[in-house]
């Protein structure tokens, strides 16, 4: 693919901000003030570290690979093909369950200002529209993708920058008194917790940035640098959105189904609310092209590696794998059509950490495997960021397996569907780089 038509290092950014920030940061206010106060700002922050902590794994492991996949790849080249396959299944497999809950967002988001889009057949209009739409977009290949994705970005960012320029001034610090309320007969270390799971998955998506390494320009260097750069955006965006809601509404804010939109009205009337839901509803359409980018490459990396049919990563004249495209357009239109998807999605909360963790303790593999390569991005502190990753997220994997035991066993039962697949494909097709 030529040069011109790749991924610049800002439309990676861009690209990186896109599939993080979605409708969760408009709505994610009122469910943290009521699950600890105030005080989530700090679970918000620690939240913070161990994103970017994982973040930054993703980063050194990406500096080591001009190639498709992310953490396919890097769980592939760490242990094996077997775990390989089985990170990379999952990751596409998740990304269609993921897209079509973000298709439905974004029907229910314009239901707020077009009740009709609730009715269920214009809900699946809609929703077939915005995936059938995307898809061809993507098939018309990476500059037109790459155009969309940069002003969906731009105007996402703009609303959110206004509420927190125009929200400094109507901070009252007494909405901080008392810093920490628990529901009644909950110990802080639960409600902690609670709020740290609940929290941390307003920052997953940006280990998505990898799989499409192949249409970006220098790889190897923009893909970290990129990495790094988002998390510092949507770490600031985050932090400032929650503090100044906390500020402005102060106990008005808990549980409040769209607590930036009210912050909004009670600092300049109407107008902010029209500001922030407009942004939400151009913020819940721009994760849509997003996944709608990313999804189809992960098909792609298993398919260059002979996982699945070779077929499903031929490029068209546009230099798009439109097989890729339009397998993943169809899956997950049927997913978001099916309405199993609510349910399906209990699946994606364990795929997150079963994309984070191999590739986390990957980084100290190649470190060892490749002391003679040359990379371009390391992780300062040795060991450290990668250990703690490793740690804090099986605590949250834990956690969560507690809260609700059934998160544990269908991401586990998402694993084992997976396994006939790749033996399907290594002994009927006969992958002749099994390892």
């Known amino acids: 693919?030529?040069?011109?038509?790749?991924?610049?290092?800002?439309?990676?950014?861009?690209?990186?901000?896109?599939?993080?920030?979605?409708?969760?940061?408009?709505?994610?206010?009122?469910?943290?003030?009521?699950?600890?106060?105030?005080?989530s700002i700090v679970v918000l922050v620690f939240c913070t570290v161990l994103a970017v902590s994982i973040a930054l794994c993703f980063a050194e492991a990406g500096?080591?690979?001009?190639?498709?996949?992310?953490?396919?790849?890097?769980?592939?080249?760490?242990?094996?093909?077997?775990?390989?396959?089985?990170?990379?299944?999952?990751?596409?497999?998740?990304?269609?369950?993921?897209?079509?809950?973000?298709?439905?967002?974004?029907?229910?988001?314009?239901?707020?200002?077009?009740?009709?889009?609730?009715?269920?057949?214009?809900?699946?209009?809609?929703?077939?529209?915005v995936l059938i739409g995307l898809g061809i977009v993507n098939i018309m290949g990476v500059q037109a993708s790459k155009v969309l994705n940069d002003i969906i970005t731009i105007g996402k960012l703009v609303p959110l920058i206004f509420f927190i320029v125009v929200g400094i001034f109507f901070v009252k610090g007494g909405n901080f008194k008392p810093f920490v309320i628990v529901p009644s007969g909950e110990a802080t270390t639960t409600a902690f917790v609670a709020a740290a799971i609940s929290l941390f998955y307003a920052f997953t998506g940006f280990e998505s940035l990898a799989v499409a390494a192949k249409d970006m320009e220098n790889p190897r260097e923009n893909v970290p640098k990129a990495l790094i750069t988002v998390m510092a955006i949507v770490s600031i965006v985050y932090v400032f959105v929650l503090a100044i809601s906390v500020g402005v509404l102060g106990p008005k804010l808990s549980g409040a189904?769209?607590?930036?939109?009210?912050?909004?009205?009670?600092m300049v009337g109407n107008i902010g609310t029209y500001i922030i839901t407009i942004g939400t509803v151009i913020s819940v359409g721009g994760i849509n092209i997003a996944a709608s980018f990313l999804t189809p490459r992960s098909g792609v990396a298993l398919a260059?590696?002979?996982?699945?049919?070779?077929?499903?990563?031929?490029?068209?004249?546009?230099?798009?794998?439109?097989?890729?495209?339009i397998i993943t357009v169809v899956g997950t239109l049927l997913i978001a059509w099916s309405g199993s998807f609510k349910f399906l999605l209990?699946?994606?909360?364990?795929?997150?950490?079963?994309?984070?963790?191999?590739?986390?303790?990957?980084?100290?593999?190649?470190?060892?495997?490749?002391?003679?390569?040359?990379?371009?991005?390391?992780?300062?502190?040795?060991?450290?960021?990668?250990?703690?990753?490793?740690?804090?997220?099986?605590?949250?994997?834990?956690?969560a397996g507690i809260s609700?035991?059934?998160?544990?066993?269908?991401?586990?039962?998402?694993?084992?569907?997976?396994?006939?697949?790749?033996?399907?494909?290594?002994?009927?097709?006969?992958?002749?780089?099994?390892?």
């Open 1 to 39: 693919m030529e040069s011109s038509k790749k991924l610049g290092f800002w439309s990676i950014v861009l690209l990186g901000i896109n599939s993080i920030i979605g409708s969760g940061i408009f709505g994610l206010p009122g469910e943290a003030y009521k699950m600890i106060g105030p005080a």
């Open 63 to 129: 500096s080591w690979f001009d190639e498709n996949g992310g953490p396919y790849l890097y769980a592939k080249e760490a242990f094996g093909q077997f775990i390989g396959f089985e990170v990379g299944f999952m990751k596409w497999a998740i990304g269609m369950i993921a897209w079509a809950a973000m298709a439905n967002f974004f029907a229910i988001t314009i239901s707020t200002v077009w009740p009709q889009a609730a009715d269920p057949f214009t809900k699946n209009v809609i929703i077939g529209v």
């Open 346 to 399: 209990q699946i994606s909360v364990i795929s997150r950490f079963i994309q984070y963790i191999p590739t986390c303790i990957a980084v100290l593999v190649f470190r060892k495997k490749y002391k003679d390569k040359q990379v371009r991005f390391r992780i300062p502190g040795g060991a450290f960021v990668p250990i703690f990753a490793v740690l804090i997220s099986l605590w949250l994997l834990i956690e």
């Open 304 to 325: 260059e590696q002979g996982l699945v049919p070779k077929c499903i990563a031929k490029n068209n004249k546009k230099g798009a794998p439109y097989i890729a495209i």
């Open 257 to 266: 189904a769209t607590p930036v939109a009210d912050a909004a009205k009670s």
């Open 404 to 435: 609700d035991p059934m998160k544990i066993v269908w991401g586990l039962g998402g694993l084992l569907i997976a396994v006939p697949f790749y033996f399907y494909m290594t002994k009927v097709y006969k992958v002749k780089n099994v390892e």
